[in-house]
């Protein structure tokens, strides 16, 4: 059987990050829908609880299965997205099975 897979994260932005930049995150993030195979869904926004621990921003991916994610890993697009956002950010992940 096959499984969906679960990708969340959450994003410190280190402390120079302009707006702009975390909308276009966001917006990149989200552009992501359709360029992946295997990507289900796509849902990113600013935390809102007053738990966040400084991560202020975060999002969920729904994939087909594992093997769909692990191919998002090294996908042309989604590593021209790190390219640029990794030196912008503290990166947590959690990911499973559903």
């Known amino acids: ?3 969906m897979y679960i ?5 410190r932005w280190k402390p120079d990050v302009t707006a702009e930049q975390i909308e276009g995150a966001a ?3 989200r552009n992501l829908q ?3 195979p295997g990507l ?3 849902y990113v926004g600013r935390n809102e609880s007053p738990r966040g621990q400084g ?3 975060g999002g969920v991916m729904k994939f087909a299965d594992k093997s769909s994610f692990e191919a998002y890993g090294p996908h042309p697009v989604h590593q ?3 390219a640029w956002l990794m030196p912008l950010i503290e990166p947590l992940e959690l ?4």
């Open 55 to 57: 991560y202020s921003f």
């Open 40 to 42: 289900l869904a796509t």
């Open 27 to 29: 917006s990149e993030i």
């Open 1 to 3: 059987m096959t499984r």
């Open 95 to 98: 990911d499973f099975e559903a």
């Open 80 to 82: 021209k997205l790190l």
């Open 7 to 11: 990708h969340c994260f959450v994003f």
């Open 34 to 36: 359709g360029q992946i």
